[in-house]
T-cell receptor, first 115, second 115 residues
Framework: EAQVTQNPRYLITVTGKKLTVTCSQN?????MSWYRQDPGLGLRQIYYSMNVEVTDKGDVPEGYKVSRKEKRNFPLILESPSPNQTSLYFCASSARTSGDPWEQYFGPGTRLTVT | KQEVTQIPAALSVPEGENLVLNCSFTDSAIYNLQWFRQDPGKGLTSLLL?????REQTSGRLNASLDKSSGRSTLYIAASQPGDSATYLCAVRGNRGSTLGRLYFGRGTQLTVWP
């Protein structure tokens, strides 16, 4: 089954404790992204990657890091989490091939609480 | 920068009504437009995707139209049901350079259909 998986699905942590949210897709997609969703602000892109070793900042990259060492994985790293990073996080992937509509697929989300 | 606006922000209707949700975007240089559904605290489910060269797409009771030149899309829901209650999100993908890897989201329309 084609899917995007994220782990963990729920995480409560304390300020300053480094954490990683993993994202993996099994569709051989080149493009992967991370979004955060906050009430009243909608979905905002954090980082995106157009292929292995190619990443770029989205709209709200401060406080986050990403890496793309393998095509299928795109982890989101919070080196020193702060309470304003409490949010619902989504990973997404897509691919562009000839004739492909370039549909975006989303993971189930990770709800992060930083106290 | 692409800005996506959805109107109305919230909508409450009795069961059986036909609905129109609106989405507008500021930059007509798009590759495609995608409508999503999101249930509270859940992930995004893709409903319809319209390529920039298309005028509309249909799936069951849903019909989405696209007028790229005027920067507008509508999602039409026929014979609404309580199970349609959710937040509906509109997103556009740019068609050049780094915007190809990005989706720009509206803030959504929160729909409630009561029996």
């Amino acid at each position: 089954e084609a899917q995007v998986t994220q782990n963990p699905r729920y995480l409560i942590t304390v300020t300053g404790k480094k954490l990683t949210v993993t994202c993996s897709q099994n569709m051989n997609h080149e493009y992967m992204s991370w979004y955060r969703q906050d009430p009243g602000l909608g979905l905002r892109q954090i980082y995106y990657s157009m292929n292995v070793e190619v990443t770029d900042k989205g709209d709200v990259p401060e406080g986050y890091k990403v890496s793309r060492k393998e095509k299928r994985n795109f982890p989101l790293i919070l080196e020193s989490p702060s309470p304003n990073q409490t949010s619902l996080y989504f990973c997404a992937s897509s691919a562009r091939t000839s004739g492909d509509p370039w549909e975006q697929y989303f993971g189930p989300g990770t709800r992060l609480t930083v106290t | 920068k692409q800005e996506v606006t959805q109107i109305p922000a919230a909508l409450s209707v009795p069961e059986g009504e036909n609905l129109v949700l609106n989405c507008s975007f500021t930059d007509s240089a798009i590759y495609n437009l995608q409508w999503f559904r999101q249930d509270p605290g859940k992930g995004l489910t893709s409903l319809l995707l319209i390529q920039s060269s298309q005028r509309e797409q249909t799936s069951g009771r849903l019909n989405a139209s696209l007028d790229k030149s005027s920067g507008r899309s509508t999602l039409y829901i026929a014979a609404s049901q309580p199970g349609d209650s959710a937040t509906y999100l509109c997103a556009v993908r740019g068609n050049r350079g780094s915007t190809l890897g990005r989706l720009y989201f509206g803030r959504g329309t929160q729909l409630t259909v009561w029996p």
